[in-house]
């Protein structure tokens, strides 16, 4: 596993995740490479100059901007973990979401761009059939990935069953819902269920949800790209919670 790019190394490192030891390329200069060097020295990051060459054929993004940081593997977080957090938070109703079976990595990094701009405490995703962090992933994820929690579990209907335990309300997103999204109370604890590409919510996530909405489609097409449409319903749920 590795991360690729200035923000994303310098984030990683501001959020002191484990990493093993950034290549950087010999000529690079500027203020964020200076801190990429400060903070590694501190926490003892071993960092190794090298050659443009190297790093083009390291990268698997194509988009390294002379920083590649190596990570034993990625460190998902414990759903526990992130029932703690939203029992701590101090202000505003905690907001979860749940991804069932995304597999576009680019989706998947959108979403986390955007759950972090939102204010999404966690996400969930399910540990088989479905697209993890990746490279891709951190790329477009625009370093968002390393202050987000995300956790991955066996059974996403056991986790939801477990989540509505702890207070939390469950709002599928479904193309055949019967109610606008607007026209739904979202003043609560919140878990969002994000259906993936092409299939959209599977039955049991539709079957154990509080509320199933959706959003107006006025044109030709049929449904949103899912990362558009995760983002157009987190910022409701923004909206209402002001």
């Known amino acids: 596993m590795q991360l690729e790019g200035r923000q994303l190394v310098l984030s990683a490192l501001k959020e002191n995740k484990q ?14 490479i200076n ?10 990051v071993p960092i190794i100059r090298v050659e443009k060459q ?22 998902y977080s414990e759903l526990g973990d992130i029932l703690d957090k939203c029992a701590n938070k101090q202000t505003g109703y905690p907001f979860l979401l749940i991804l069932d079976h995304l597999h576009d990595p680019h989706n998947f990094g959108s979403i986390i761009r955007t759950a972090d701009a939102a204010g999404v405490d966690g996400i969930i995703i399910p540990h088989r059939r479905s697209v993890g962090i990746t490279e891709v992933v951190m790329k ?8 987000m929690p995300i956790a991955r579990v066996t059974n996403l209907g056991s986790a939801l069953a477990d989540l509505k335990q702890h207070g939390f309300w469950a709002v599928g997103t479904d193309a055949d819902a019967e109610r606008m999204i607007y026209d739904v109370d979202l003043n609560m604890p919140i878990v969002m269920l994000i259906g993936s ?5 599977g039955k049991l996530l539709k079957d154990k949800s509080d509320f199933l909405v959706k959003l107006p489609m006025k044109g030709q097409v049929s ?13 409701e749920v923004v909206r209402q919670q002001r």
């Open 35 to 44: 801190q990429i060097y400060s903070l590694a020295r501190d926490q003892r």
């Open 19 to 32: 990493i093993e030891k950034i290549q950087i390329l010999r000529s690079a200069q500027g203020d964020i």
């Open 223 to 235: 449904s949103l790209n899912a990362s558009v449409a995760a983002g157009v319903c987190m910022y």
């Open 197 to 201: 590409e092409g299939k959209g919510l």
């Open 140 to 147: 477009v994820s625009a370093g968002a990935v390393t202050k």
């Open 54 to 75: 190297k790093l083009n054929k390291l990268s698997k993004t194509n988009n390294h901007q002379g920083v590649i940081a190596v990570l034993p593997t990625w460190q």
